[in-house]
């Protein structure tokens, strides 16, 4: 039986499947591995494609595009592996790039979820934006990196070798155990796209697991491949979701006054934009308030849920202070300048 399900979701993807999958077929023969392309119900000519060039690819043909996290969540449910990797499909990987993490599944049972090095594909000596080294977030649930601080990225000179525990993975190159996967709930489809591996990753420490970052296996990931950066639908799903994340999770001590801060500058941010003159962007900050005020009912109930399971409610991976103080007002544009 293969262990590791390295999975692949595709929408309307064919050219990015022509460009990166020769370098996850060549780099994963494996006799405990298996590559798997789950369609969003493509309309272009991703199926004929991986039928007449990847035969031997186990490919899942999905009904309707469900988006990222339901796509997985219904790709997921019909495969068997001890572990999954959820894999972009804009995503180079390198020699040896699934042997470090297998590993360490193998003999670490607390481990439930990694990553590996993440680094740009179009600047190889450069971190990228979604994952970095290893995904943190500060107290009001901003998320940041080993290797990225917002729009700040730094160069790769191996300051971030070592192997260590972080708050979240990317969803760009999840590695998760099956078992973990399942008995968490999987991907919030609620979310559609975005944040919603640190939605799955909180969840994941919130019942006592590790996650870590293993460098010893590195890809490169393009990103903003399915929605570009300064896309408005990218901005509103990133501020409901993170609101919708934050309900969910945080512990009863702080809920009503970290949620109150994050929406007042949820608020601010939104002003921003408006004397800016970004007006695309100061809708798509309003709607997301909207929608997430729309969606509390279903998620009072989820939190219900999710606090009756929690095990572990201080985790030293959430940075104490602020990193947009931090950032913005004290100038620290790196990791290593942080106060961990």
């Not at 977030?137 to 990196?145: E, N, R, T, V």
């Not at 290797?147 to 790769?156: H, L, P, Q, W």
């Not at 949620?259 to 003159?277: E, N, Q, T």
Request: charged letters at 25%.
């Amino acid at each position: 039986m293969n262990r590791i399900g390295i999975v692949i979701l595709n929408w309307n993807g064919k050219d990015l499947l022509e460009k990166f999958l020769p370098s996850v077929v060549s780099y994963s023969k494996r006799d405990w591995a298996e590559i798997i392309v789950a369609d969003n119900a493509s309309n272009d000519d991703s199926i004929a494609f991986l039928e007449k060039n990847y035969p031997e690819i186990n490919l899942i043909k999905l009904d309707k595009n469900y988006g990222f996290a339901e796509g997985y969540n219904r790709a997921l449910a019909q495969l068997s592996h001890s572990y999954f990797v959820l894999l972009n499909s804009d995503v180079e990987v390198s020699e040896n790039w699934l042997d470090s993490i297998y590993q360490q599944f193998e003999s670490n049972p607390d481990i439930a979820a990694a990553q590996p090095k993440i680094k740009a594909y179009h600047k190889k000596t450069d971190f990228e934006y979604a994952g970095a080294a290893g995904g943190f977030i500060d107290y009001l649930a901003y998320p940041f990196c080993r290797g990225r601080i917002f729009d700040n990225i730094e160069e790769d000179r191996s300051q971030f070798n070592k192997n260590i525990d972080i708050f979240w993975a990317s969803g760009a190159a999840l590695f998760i155990r099956s078992e973990i996967y399942n008995k968490i709930g999987g991907l919030d489809s609620d979310f559609f796209a975005h944040m919603e591996e640190i939605d799955l990753c909180w969840r994941i420490k919130n019942q006592g697991y590790r996650i870590i970052c293993d460098t010893n296996s590195t890809v490169y990931h393009v990103g903003g491949a399915t929605l570009p950066n300064n896309s408005s639908r990218k901005l509103f799903l990133n501020f409901r979701n993170n609101l919708l994340m934050l309900y969910k999770n945080l512990p009863a001590n702080n809920f009503i006054f970290t949620l109150l801060i994050r929406m007042c500058l949820d608020g601010v941010a939104a002003l921003k934009f408006l004397l800016s003159g970004e007006f695309a962007n100061f809708f798509a900050v309003f709607r997301a308030h909207l929608s997430f005020y729309s969606l509390l009912n279903k998620f009072r109930q989820k939190r219900k849920v999710l606090v009756a399971k929690t095990t572990c409610k201080n985790h030293k991976e959430i940075y104490k202070k602020s990193i947009v103080i931090d950032y913005y007002l004290r100038k620290k544009k790196s990791f290593s300048s942080l106060d961990f």
